[in-house]
């Protein structure tokens, strides 16, 4: 006989699964994210109360599915709205609400993949604020709840919670219809919901603050949701390149901290560690990408850059000098200080530290890169194997100072004493 702990740990799993499914479909029914959002809440509470007596249904998400339904229908019964917005409301609802099991799974999965595209370009619409966009997000296509999102960005509860409440706000007062998009206004929706990803990734990847290198929980949610983007896009080569890239990136993560958290720099991981199963998978959306013409495009180019690393068996068999090739095409595309900065690096590995210098000493004035902890570490870094100790010092120090990430702050603060 299953426990009610075991029945509860069940719910637990299946509302993982099925939450973002569940809010997609009742949005598009309902045309309401916030109501979507509560009905599926409302689904998950009956399950909670019933499953432990009756056991977990043979098909839970069909089953939380027609129970959201039926209070949907409730809903717009008790609130007596106009009989023709009851009547329209109800019919859809009932419509695609049979009664057998098997016909209510066949009639989630006939939409599905439509309602969760639609979701995600909803919750990553231009009109919303970047954090705005990442916090719903995670909300509604992650499944994390506010406390969870808020501890993961270090903010506080309250902020995270109104960041959420005003998105949907945003969204429903704007009137924006629960489709995908076409033509320019799909791919420039698309860019956004690429860029929220990976900027979800990054975050996860290495933690801006805090007293951890890596959220892996991060990465992992967002490597989720590309995954979701490219089995409903599989023909936009940037989708493909992006999950390569972060596959790629994530394959290093076990291998990126010591046992006491300490960061581990790429050239001193141990490659055994490397998740092979994330580099082939990797490898493959990357070939993916090319195959349909996008070999050129930022993420491509920055996940070939990733592959370069992956398919080096040790830092010493490293093609530095195609890395190099690589960030320069990549400042074509898409010019940035930081993508010069990280040129730098590879330019340092190929030609040495003195080239790299000359680099970095030609974007250090930049304005965008005034606050930026990564510039004074890498120049530090240089001027350290250069010879030059009392100017990596200070350098590292002033890395220190601008970095909210306590491991790193440790690190860099361990370098400066090094360079006494």
Known sequence: MTSESETHRAISTVWKIEQPRLIAGLTRMVRDISLAEELAQDALIIALKTWPESGVPRNPGAWLMQTAKRRAIDYFRH????????????RTIEDEAPDHEAEIVEAMDDDVGDDLLRLIFTSCHPILPAESRVALTLRLLGGLTTEEIARAFLAAEPTIGQRIVRAKKAIADAGIPFEVPRGEERQERLSS?????YLIFNEGYSATAGDDLIRPQLCEEAMRLGRILARLSPDDSEVHALVALMEIQASR?????NKQGEPVLLLDQDRSRWDQLLIRRGLAALDRAIALGGADAPYALQAAIAACHARARKG?????????????????????????????????????????????DAIKDNPALKNYHLLYGVRGDMLSKLGRHTEAMLEFRRAAELTRNEREKAYLLGRAEQSI
């Open 316 to 360: 010493a068999d490293t093609d530095w000098s195609r890395i190099s090739a690589l960030y320069a095409a990549l400042a074509e595309v898409s010019p940035s200080p930081v993508v010069e900065l990280n040129r730098a690096v590879a330019v340092s590995m190929a030609d040495g530290p003195a080239a790299a210098l000359v680099l970095i």
């Open 193 to 197: 919901v690429l860029g929220v990803l």
């Open 79 to 90: 609130r007596k709205m106009a009989a023709t917005k009851l009547e329209e409301v109800g």
């Open 253 to 257: 993560t076990n291998a990126r901290t």
